[in-house]
């Protein structure tokens, strides 16, 4: 709890225990000296604390969402965190205010932590996705060129038992080169490079 002027009167264990400071760190210090700095997740820029002792002393309660808490300038806390004036019904003005912060920076830490093994799991698929799509190519190429030599031996004079073989062999290669087509597909979706044909039909 801080009074008009925004030094610290009270404060419990646990505050205490968060910030890591001592009470003759805290004891009746300015509320700005024990938080040095201010700032707001996913921005680069520092929160104004002079701005939210402004809204403050409007009688408005601050409630922020997250922000990082330096308590000293080599310890970096994550918090959530709100501001509220005292208020009492014989007393008009601001008379101080109640500050209630959480330590959030195990749960920040770890959220940071999935979300680059998440960025990592992308990467790797996406390396995947490449190589499959490069690896498709690569087969997909040989494989027309035996189907087509497949195609011509089949025109040639063949005995019934080489026609049966020869047959077996191209609808045999005709379903790989189906699979080796579905698995370039399934790349290209992977990568958001598959193209639409966009055509008439019946119903």
């Known amino acids: 709890m801080v009074d008009h002027k925004w030094h610290i009167q009270t404060i419990n264990k646990e505050a205490k225990r968060i910030l890591g400071l001592s009470e003759k760190e805290i004891d009746h210090g300015d509320v700005s000296d024990v938080f040095h700095i201010y700032e707001s997740f996913g921005s680069s820029a520092s929160l104004n604390l002079n701005d939210i002792k402004f ?7 601050y409630l922020g969402s997250r922000a990082w808490v330096f308590p000293t300038k080599s310890r970096k806390l994550a918090v959530t965190y709100s501001i509220s004036p005292l208020q009492f019904s014989n007393q ?5 205010a109640i500050l209630m912060l959480k330590d959030i920076t195990e749960y920040v830490n770890l ?22 799509a490069n690896m498709s190519h690569e ?9 087509g030599m497949l195609q011509l031996l089949k025109e ?3 005995s019934s038992t080489q026609l049966e073989k020869v047959e077996l062999a191209l609808t045999s290669g005709l379903n790989l080169l189906n699979v080796i087509n579905d ?3 399934f790349s290209k979706l992977e990568a ?12």
């Open 55 to 61: 809204h403050v002393e409007e009688n408005r309660s």
């Open 92 to 96: 008009t003005g601001f008379k101080g």
């Open 183 to 185: 698995i370039l597909d």
């Open 111 to 132: 959220e940071q932590h999935l979300r680059q093994s998440v960025n990592e799991a992308n990467k790797a698929n996406q390396i995947k996705s490449m190589f499959l």
């Open 192 to 203: 958001d490079k598959i193209a639409l044909n966009l055509r008439d039909f019946n119903i």
């Open 139 to 147: 087969i997909r190429t040989p494989m027309n060129g035996i189907l």
């Open 156 to 158: 040639s004079v063949l």
